[in-house]
């Protein structure tokens, strides 16, 4: 009895002790990204982008577009977008500055961009929001903090994988609006019957290029013997550690809502592992996409912390 009582007590100080070391990873993320926040806002008129951020606080810009996204609901560029449309109405307001000053200020080469820009955040135009008592909308700056998260269950593996060949259909997408874009591209693969020439079996990110544009291809492995279609390519997708994360129920929803887990929460948290290249592979089984219990899975390459 007195044994069973002090193994129940180490496995309590165990629990407690991981539970305060991932509080502390959590922490130190949340640091991380609060200061990206501050950067961005002491460079709101300048040339802030999610890659001069991601610079100033040591992250990928993958990374940080990824865990921004997630924990946001938006993109770093649509962030920073907002928070100058914000700014822009409230000195339209206030003062007498012209248009096309405005424009130029808040990061727009030409009135026109500037009022096609403000009348989509705001619902109105800069001289209607001028001349009438309207309702304008507000980013306010944000700053991220911790909250309790890991009440959803997350189901994974960790798995050593040769280098393999993918080949498939590839297009550009940017990182704003790839979660719109993406299953319009799936759409019209099915459209055009381009799964007779090769299989949807998974959807492959690769990292992003400078202007915030990442190639997403649908395809399959690459097989011996196999020709490559007309108008497709072929990627090497490197030897790696990979963690494979189940995802459970209707597309494209599911998915995305083991994204925003894996970056929000596994990775941050984990302790043992990070990410080891920017490639994001979704694999897709047979069956109804759109049934509760279809199942696809979402492989990230990792690597051991030094």
């Not at 962030?79 to 700014?87: E, G, S, V």
């Not at 299953?183 to 099915?190: A, D, G, N, S």
């Not at 279609?229 to 995802?247: K, L, N, S």
Request: hydrophobic share 40%; net charge negative.
């Amino acid at each position: 009895m007195r044994l069973s009582l002090i193994q129940s007590l180490r496995k309590g100080n165990r629990r407690q002790a991981h539970a305060a070391r991932e509080k502390e990873r959590h922490l130190e993320l949340i640091e991380t990204l609060n200061a990206s926040l501050q950067y961005m806002e002491r460079h709101l008129l300048e040339d802030a982008d999610s890659e001069k951020a991601a610079r100033q606080v040591g992250l990928s810009r993958f990374y940080l577009e990824r865990t921004f996204a997630a924990l946001t609901g938006m993109s770093v560029s649509e962030y920073i977008r907002a928070r100058r449309l914000t700014l822009a109405a409230q000195e339209l307001i206030a003062a007498e500055t012209k248009v096309i000053d405005l424009a130029l200020k808040y990061g727009y080469d030409t009135p026109e961009s500037f009022t096609k820009a403000f009348t989509r955040f705001h619902g109105v135009t800069p001289s209607s929001a001028r001349r009438l008592s309207t309702m304008l909308r507000c980013q306010n700056p944000l700053a991220i903090s911790i909250h309790m998260e890991g009440a959803i269950r997350m189901d994974y593996k960790i798995e050593p994988m040769e280098a393999f060949t993918v080949v498939g259909v590839e297009e550009k997408f940017h990182m704003d609006s790839s979660q719109q874009e993406i299953p319009k591209f799936w759409e019209k693969f099915f459209r055009q019957g381009l799964q007779e020439q090769v299989c949807p079996m998974f959807g492959i990110c690769f990292d992003a290029d400078a202007d915030g544009y990442f190639p997403y291809m649908i395809g399959e492995v690459l097989r011996p013997g196999m020709n490559v279609p007309e108008g497709m390519t072929t990627h090497e997708i490197p030897a790696h550690t990979w963690a494979r994360f189940a995802c459970v129920g209707p597309m494209p929803g599911s998915i995305q809502s083991v994204t925003k887990q894996i970056y929000s929460e596994w990775l941050p948290t984990n302790g043992t592992y990070e990410v080891a290249q920017y490639v994001e592979i979704e694999m897709y089984s047979e069956g109804d996409s759109s049934s509760q219990d279809y199942y696809s899975e979402i492989w990230i390459p990792i690597k051991k912390k030094a």
